[in-house]
């Protein structure tokens, strides 16, 4: 089980470098420019990738060794992911950098390493077992974020941007994602990026169109948070325009345009990359990618 649990391990880190390496992204650090984002840079994802990446596997093991029911296995999780996100901020001198990735994470590989424990043969993977893993994240966590955001209507100091924007327009971002199994990747995002890949290899202009797709239909509170409700959905909009331009031949010269459009406006739709990654990951878990 130990080899199993470092394999999927260096799936999730591999998935994080590959996030950042997809060149060029609308407003996302890559390797030609750091986006909307000042503070950080392709280094700083490499050393906050690196302070994740002993977690990953420590996730994986959390679920298998978990004894009880799905909602304890979640403040389990939570638990080390403070530890985590800790040892990312320690990294990157204070740089959130993948705070959201690592809430899925925490949250996917902990669901992953139940799972394993439920089928103790499985050592490949197929998109039902995938199915089957996000969906775990839904009886993990709703309860928890169901209470949390019920109680949000009370609360009167320290809101975060993100529960300012659940009070102000009802969007749950990627709790909601998790509360409900993931619904974005598993129904839309993830059949849409193994369907491209019986057609092409070419890895960039597929995870390009997987990004745009995710950016056209993701709550991405980070865009919200830096511009407004409007922005944000003017920005799902053109994303999905792109989806319907973008061929091999174009994809990296409209994403650039874009990419200083909104690095111009101090755009960035963070949520929709670390989703992404997510995507890759199953993509390796799958050995599709």
Avoid at 37 to 53: G, N, V
Avoid at 57 to 79: C, D, I, P, S
Avoid at 253 to 282: R, T
């Amino acid at each position: 089980m130990s080899n199993i649990c470092e394999l999927i391990a260096s799936h999730a880190e591999k998935a994080l470098l590959v996030e950042v390496m997809l060149t060029p992204k609308p407003g996302l650090v890559d390797c030609m420019n750091s986006g909307a984002h000042s503070d950080m840079s392709y280094f700083t994802f490499i050393e906050s990738t690196k302070a994740l990446t002993p977690f990953f596997k420590q996730y994986v093991q959390l679920g298998v060794e978990h004894q009880g029911n799905l909602q304890q296995l979640f403040m389990k999780a939570r638990q080390m992911g403070v530890k985590a996100e800790q040892a990312m901020l320690q990294a990157t001198k204070g740089v959130n950098t993948h705070k959201g990735a690592n809430y899925s994470y925490a949250t996917i590989l902990t669901a992953l390493g139940y799972y394993l424990t439920q089928h103790p043969e499985k050592t490949t993977f197929s998109a039902q077992d995938t199915e089957a893993i996000l969906s775990l994240s839904e009886p993990m966590t709703y309860d928890f974020w169901q209470s949390e955001l019920a109680q949000l209507k009370n609360k009167t100091e320290s809101i975060t941007n993100g529960e300012r924007i659940y009070l102000d327009y009802g969007l749950t971002g990627i709790k909601g994602e998790s509360m409900n199994g993931y619904p974005l990747l598993r129904e839309t995002v993830l059949p849409f990026t193994r369907e491209l890949l019986n057609y092409t290899n070419n890895w960039q202009y597929v995870l390009s169109k997987a990004l745009l797709l995710l950016i056209s239909q993701a709550e991405d509170t980070n865009i919200i948070h830096r511009g407004n409700y409007e922005i944000w959905l003017n920005v799902k909009a053109k994303a999905a325009s792109l989806l319907k331009e973008l061929n091999e031949d174009n994809f990296q010269y409209l994403i650039s345009q874009w990419d200083q459009e909104l690095i111009e406006q101090n755009l960035s739709p963070g949520g929709a990359a670390d989703l992404l990654s997510i995507v890759v990951f199953f993509l390796y878990l799958e050995k599709i990618l």
